[in-house]
């Protein structure tokens, strides 16, 4: 049985990577997208109906924080995680996507419990 593997994307802390969300969504089983802030722009209308059906078909979850403020992406991404990992042990890989060392306490908890995990840094392009 292949690895079902789930990728978090802090997409604040790393809001270039909503350009490779149909990328990440070819590669992993689950892409969650976590944020904790008001605005910000995830997709395109033209986009709509495929981005519909991935997150009907439960490929694809968009995550609002129920609280904002300082570490609250990380929090539910943490908390996220931890859920998965108690109710879907075929979920094997956790990949998340920040520039944010504090998850890698995350990363360590996953590993603990048996799972591999990763936390992936991408340089965040600036706007001009």
């Known amino acids: 049985m292949k690895a ?17 969300i149909k990328e990440h969504l070819e590669q992993y089983h689950l ?5 904790a802030q008001q605005g910000g722009k995830l997709f395109t209308l033209d986009d709509l109906d495929f981005y519909a059906e991935k997150m009907q078909s439960g490929n694809l979850i ?8 300082k570490n609250a992406a990380d929090f539910s991404i943490t908390f996220l995680a931890g859920r998965i990992t108690a109710v879907s042990p075929e979920i094997t890989h956790f990949d998340i996507v920040s520039n944010d060392a504090d998850l890698d306490n995350a990363i360590g908890n996953l590993k603990y419990f048996g799972k591999t995990a990763s936390r992936l840094s991408r340089a965040v392009q600036k706007k001009p």
């Open 4 to 20: 079902k593997k789930i990728l978090f994307i802090d997409i604040e802390n790393q809001p270039n990577e909503i350009n490779r």
């Open 31 to 35: 892409v969650a997208i976590v944020y």
């Open 62 to 69: 968009v995550y609002k924080s129920p609280k904002s403020g």
